[in-house]
């Protein structure tokens, strides 16, 4: 997949931390534990009552410069809420500046192209991750990555879409519908985010689903609690051989066709190289020679 100059500090994110908005004395917890981003939320994860406490706090947060803090997301409620509407108006006034915007039940470009029509006019750089969790949402899944405005990523949702099509929790049951987001992802040329794993206590189940996730072509993975970060990383992160490997395969790919460890280098091979450097945070000036 070609590498766009505006998506590679995303291509380095493989790990990203849900915290509640009414914790604001955990956010600064994801950095602790070596997530590499951060995912405010005031949608799922707060009760009605607490949505304006919870929004000040997020947004008190994010005023802070961006250097002073890590790549940070604000999951907003739903844009056709009322709630989803005062997320974004408070946003708007404000000198907030999220890295990133999640938009829940996206199931139209139209609220992509509404949201950054918004965000431009308050100047706002911030970039559009769309959620996918709902079957009207997959339907939309080509349009939405069609639109003159896409977002920069797509982000599954498991549990809303599990009760949306009425599935058994489990990999297996959303195995069609993580293909289709990597598959209309790759096609556009934008990242596709796995939804959490919601077993805190399975760790052994989270890597299993962590390494399948990025088997079939994730970038990265969000995460509901500290503990599963260092799992999330250790898969996602190119270890320092797969690193050495894909130079050494791009070197040779340089000069033609040849061969690695007795395997045929072609450009295909060498694609799959380039994205494990990618993964690694290295980049096209650096392939062979940094």
């Known amino acids: 997949m070609a590498v766009h100059k505006s998506r590679r500090s995303i291509l380095s994110l493989k790990s990203w931390l849900f915290t ?24 799922d994860a707060i009760a009605l009552p607490d949505k304006q406490k919870a929004r000040t706090a997020a947004l008190q947060y994010l005023g802070q410069p961006a250097e002073s803090r890590l790549p940070c997301a604000l ?17 708007l006034e404000s000198s907030a500046a999220p890295d990133y915007i999640i938009l829940p039940k996206c199931d139209s470009p139209a609220f992509i192209s509404m949201v950054r029509a918004l965000l431009d006019q308050a100047a706002k750089e911030t970039e559009i991750i769309a959620l996918i969790e709902s079957a009207k949402g997959v339907e939309a899944l080509p349009d939405i990555v069609s639109s003159d405005v896409r977002p920069v990523a797509l982000l599954f949702g498991a549990a809303d879409m599990e009760a949306d099509l009425g599935a058994k929790t489990g990999w297996e049951t959303m195995l069609f519908v993580r293909s289709r987001i990597i598959q209309v992802a790759a096609s556009a040329g934008i990242l596709a985010v796995d939804s959490p794993f919601f077993d805190i206590a399975d760790l052994d189940g989270l890597k299993r689903e962590t390494k399948a996730a990025m088997d079939l072509g994730f970038h990265s993975k969000a995460a509901i609690h500290p503990k599963q970060i260092s799992v999330i990383n250790e898969v996602f992160v190119p270890s320092a ?40 945070g290295i980049f096209t000036a650096d392939l062979v020679t940094g």
Do not use: W, Y
């Open 20 to 43: 509640p908005a009414t914790k604001a004395d955990r956010f600064d917890r994801a950095a602790e534990v070596h997530a590499d981003a951060l995912i405010i939320d005031l949608e």
């Open 75 to 91: 999951r907003i409620n739903a844009p056709v809420t009322r709630t989803g509407i005062e997320d974004l108006h408070s946003l």
């Open 241 to 280: 051989e797969e690193i050495a490997e894909a130079r050494q395969i791009l070197a040779v790919n340089q000069k033609g066709v040849g061969t690695v460890d007795h395997q045929m280098v072609d450009e295909a091979v060498a694609r799959k190289a380039r994205l494990v450097l990618e993964r690694a």
